[in-house]
């Protein structure tokens, strides 16, 4: 059963970083691809970023495009999102999911693909 994990959520100011992370574990050894998520209050969960199952590729959603960068260490099994510039209106909780489906060079951050996901981090920003 695959099981992912995030962390490196909090609370920060306008105009700042955070680092969140998602660590993998019970998956297959065919590689999987890993996308970003977020529900802000009152919204839907949306796709925001992803990363292919070589590593090579990324996708971002336009919102985000610039500020946040998606990597991967698969010796640790764990994708990063790092988030800079960030803005009131990225408040949310963030899910890393993982999709195994794609080919290994592509991903998609459309939300159907993925289908086993973390619990959440909380992601707060605030003045």
């Known amino acids: 059963q695959w099981q992912l994990v995030e962390s490196g959520g909090g609370l920060v100011q306008p105009g700042g970083s955070l680092r969140l992370s998602c660590v993998a574990s019970?998956?297959?050894?065919?590689?999987?691809?890993v996308g970003w998520f977020r529900r802000a209050p009152g919204k839907e969960r949306g796709g925001i970023a992803c990363i292919s199952i070589n590593g090579l590729n990324t996708n971002y959603a336009g919102s985000v495009k610039g500020r946040f960068t998606v990597s991967g260490d698969n010796a640790k099994n764990t994708v990063y999102l790092q988030m800079n510039s960030l803005k009131p209106e990225d408040t949310a909780v963030y899910y890393c999911?993982?999709?195994?489906?794609?080919?290994?060079?592509?991903?998609?951050?459309?939300?159907?693909?993925?289908?086993?996901w973390g619990q959440g981090t909380q992601v707060t920003v605030s003045s």
């Open positions: 999911a993982a999709a195994s489906h794609f080919s290994i060079d592509y991903c998609s951050v459309g939300e159907s693909w993925y289908h086993s």
């Open positions: 019970g998956l297959n050894s065919d590689g999987f691809a």
